[in-house]
């Protein structure tokens, strides 16, 4: 595969310096309208190949034809629509390497939404646990402040003294750098709610957990949380991304026992909807009355395991 995808870079290099173009070397202006232009031609290509299916028009039925298929047609025309593919990826810089790894990392989402949407189904039939990812399972915000202030020579204590330092729009970009870093693969638990987790799974319940990672805008992070939690040790049954909006996790139908949550407005919203909620305490989610709330404030995961 390696050498089909060396081979047709050696004929696209050829064919944009015909251009005057390093295909190497393509402004972002030069990749759109690059990329266009392949785009089109993989979908006449794919219109080409659909062409040598016999009877494929539902309006239309050659006799003399009938289901006999060309094969050599199909391969060739097949075959086509990728070399028009490879090019496309190495229009935008895309290389080889990355290809392997991505395929590898995509693979492993599409098999793990492919078994949840079935587990979905099952698990409305169970009583399940919710746990919110980043501030329960992880070490944020000290893992994000441990990354940024490495990454940029800094030395604040805090999230909140690094945002009124460098102010918030410096601060959304390092965030951004920090998302698509791929460091969030190698982010420390928090030991005492993963044994707390799989204590729970060990005794029989299913293990929903939620986070509003923006996994649409950034697609990496999904894999990249796969990969930490398989890593981890974390036993669960299904991840559910809510990309910063909650009520759509309401949607699921799901029998909840109770939810465990860093955040203090999503305690009190998943209070408001009647379910039990644990609230793990941080310096960050403290509010002057918890009495006016129904949702209890817990300092660790393990100290509700004897209740449950």
């Keep these: 595969m390696k ?23 393509l402004s972002s202006d030069d990749k759109i309208k690059w990329s266009k232009e392949f785009i089109l031609h993989i979908g006449q290509e794919l219109h080409d190949l659909i062409n040598c299916f016999p009877n ?41 390497s990355s290809v392997e790894d ?21 698990l409305k039939n169970h009583e399940v646990i919710v746990f919110d990812i980043d501030g329960v399972i992880n070490t944020y915000p000290e893992c994000t402040l441990e990354w940024m202030n490495k990454k940029y020579d800094m030395s604040y204590s805090s999230i909140e003294e690094l945002k009124s330092s460098i102010g918030i729009e410096k601060y959304e970009e390092y965030k951004e750098a920090y998302r698509l870093s791929g460091d969030k693969r190698f982010q420390p638990v928090n030991q005492d709610t993963v044994d707390s987790i799989n204590e729970l799974k060990l005794k029989g319940y299913k293990i929903v957990l939620y986070t509003v990672r923006p996994v649409s805008k950034y697609k990496r992070i999904y894999h990249d949380t796969l990969y930490w939690l398989n890593n981890s040790g974390i036993k669960f049954d299904a991840i559910y ?23 203090l407005a999503n305690a009190k919203l998943f209070a408001k909807e009647g379910f039990k909620v644990y609230l793990l305490d941080k310096y960050y989610n403290r509010d002057v ?10 300092n660790k995961v393990s100290d509700i395991i004897r209740s449950v």
Excluded: P
Excluded at 14 to 21: C, N, P, R, S, T
Excluded at 72 to 86: G, L, P, R, T, V
Excluded at 102 to 116: H, I, R, W
Excluded at 245 to 259: A, P, T
């Design 56 to 96: 494929w028009k539902m309006h239309y039925r050659n006799k003399e034809m009938d289901d006999h298929f060309i094969k050599s047609n199909i391969k060739e025309e097949y075959i086509d629509a990728f070399k028009y593919f490879m090019g496309l990826g190495q229009v935008l810089g895309i290389n080889f």
């Design 241 to 263: 991304w809510s990309d910063y909006s909650k009520e759509d996790f309401y949607k699921l139908g799901l029998k909840i026992k109770f939810v465990v949550d860093d955040t």
């Design 289 to 298: 009355d918890d009495s006016l709330y129904s949702y209890e404030r817990i």
């Design 102 to 122: 991505v395929y590898k990392a995509k693979t492993e989402v599409v098999k793990q939404k492919y078994e949840q949407n079935r587990q979905i189904l099952e």
């Design 3 to 25: 050498n089909i995808w060396e081979d047709q870079f050696e004929f696209n290099k050829k064919f944009f310096e015909d251009m005057g173009l390093d295909v190497t070397k």
